[in-house]
Every structure is written in structure tokens, then in C-alpha cells.
């Protein structure tokens, strides 16, 4: 089963472009077999899973949560576990860690290194399930450290589109040994290891042609003295490009 594990729906992610719909039948056109919508500190029902799950079979839709430690800035995926107390609570990591764990949940960390040399939670006495190792918001400038990091902590790295584009879905995924039944079986195997991350070269290299073009833009505006307002302002993408390439690194992947 091909499975992006990292997408984000405009229903319930304001940051987002592209809806379900749009998603769902984006990932099927690109050949997944499913996806986890895990929107920004929002959770879907188990009833509106269930009905898209109705509506697009066989493609299988899973739900999750991607959740923002305030004043850390690290965002933590959370898979498996659908109750409203994950998007209600102002977490910290290591009580998240802990509710996830007691509920037989999944928990990743997600794009790390994005602004920063460091992760700024504590991950060495709390070592997540996985780390994401690539997606569209992890550019490979991180890559080295990524996996430095996955083997000090003897954990597991995932591979996502973060997809808040339907072009984009998919463009990264994982291969699952074969179709879980449900979160709780999906959980097992993600948590056993039993999958590979892969990939589609071909949307890569269409990807990073975009993003050179942006950052061509991005690194003449900062000659100019202008700021990441000021470039949303002229373009309408988000500050995140220029706050990368103001970093030195590029969001090429």
C-alpha cells in the first residue's frame, strides 16, 4: 500500500489550498492507495472518516493531527488516536508524548531543522516513533542531520508529501507492507516498521524547479532590504520561502 502519512485539507487547515476532494483524487490520479489527513490542531470524526472512506473505496483515508508545541516551534504528528482532547489541550510535548503513548498512538516528529540548528523539544527522554526525513517543507540541506539524529535515537524515519497543495500529494509517501484495516492496524505496522519511504524523482525535479525560480525572487528581495511581509505581499506564497533563504538554506528537496 502506498500511503502519504502528512497532508493538510483547507476544511480544516487555514494554510491549506487544496480540499479533500481535491486531494483525495489528486493521490489517486498520482497511484497511492490511501493518505492521513492530519490537519493543524484539528481532527476529523470517526464519522467523516468513515464516510470517506464510503465514498472512495477502495483509495483508504485515515485520520490524524498535527499538533504545534506552543513556544517551541515544533510541530508533532499524531496518528491513531481520534479524540477532540488532542486538538482541545495546550500541549507540551512530554505530557502529548505521554497521552499518546498510554492511548496506543503514533507519534513523529515533523519537519525538524526547518528555521533552526536544534529540535527544541525533548526528544532524547521522549524519543518519538519516527522523524520525518523528507517532505515538501524539509529541504535537503537537513537531510544529513535528519538521519544523524533517526540513529542516535534508534528510531524510525517516515517520508510525506506535507502536502498543502494537491499537486504536491503523494510526491513523497511510504510503502506499507499491506493495507491496514483501520488507524489501530495502521499504527502496528508504522510502529513495527513494517513499510519503506519512496518517492516520485520525476515530481521532485518538478518541484525544485518552482522553488528555484521563488528563491531567484526571495535572494532579490533581500538584496533590496525587503522582508517576508513584504514578499506574501508581492507574490501571495508564504513567508516560510524567504524566512529559509534569509537562513542561507534552500527549500529545494
Not at 525533548?122 to 535537503?140: R, V
Not at 508504522?190 to 515530481?203: D, E, H, V
Amino acid at each position: 500500500m502506498k500511503i502519504d502519512l502528512h497532508v493538510h485539507a483547507k476544511e480544516r487547515s487555514a494554510c491549506s489550498i487544496a480540499s479533500e476532494k481535491e486531494h483525495i483524487e489528486s493521490a489517486i490520479r498520482f497511484g497511492l492507495d490511501g493518505l492521513v489527513f492530519t490537519d493543524h490542531n484539528k481532527i476529523s470524526s470517526e464519522e467523516h472518516i468513515a464516510d470517506l472512506n464510503k465514498k472512495y473505496s477502495p483509495f483508504r483515508i485515515y485520520s490524524g493531527i498535527e499538533i504545534t508545541i506552543k513556544d517551541k516551534g515544533e510541530d508533532i504528528l499524531v496518528i491513531g488516536i481520534n479524540d477532540s482532547i488532542l486538538e482541545e489541550k495546550n500541549w507540551s510535548y512530554e505530557e502529548l508524548y505521554t497521552y499518546v503513548k498510554k492511548n496506543s498512538g503514533f507519534i513523529a516528529l515533523a519537519h525538524p531543522y526547518r528555521y533552526k540548528d536544534h529540535v527544541n523539544v525533548d526528544i532524547e527522554n521522549y524519543i518519538p516513533d519516527a522523524i520525518e526525513i523528507h517532505s515538501t517543507n524539509i529541504g535537503k540541506d537537513d537531510e544529513q542531520n535528519i538521519k544523524k539524529l533517526a540513529k542516535k535515537l534508534k528510531t524510525r524515519l517516515i517520508n510525506n508529501s506535507d502536502g498543502h497543495d494537491s499537486r504536491h500529494v503523494g510526491i513523497y509517501y511510504n510503502e506499507l507492507n499491506y493495507t491496514p484495516k483501520d488507524n489501530a492496524e495502521l499504527v502496528e505496522i508504522l510502529k513495527t516498521g513494517k513499510y519503506k519511504y519512496s518517492s516520485s524523482i520525476y515530481r521532485i525535479k518538478m518541484f525544485n524547479e518552482e522553488v528555484r525560480k521563488k528563491e531567484e525572487i526571495i535572494r532579490k528581495l533581500i538584496k533590496e532590504g525587503k522582508d517576508r511581509e513584504f514578499y506574501r505581499k508581492l507574490t501571495g506564497n508564504w513567508e516560510g520561502e524567504f524566512d529559509r533563504v534569509a537562513m542561507g538554506k534552500s527549500y529545494e528537496i
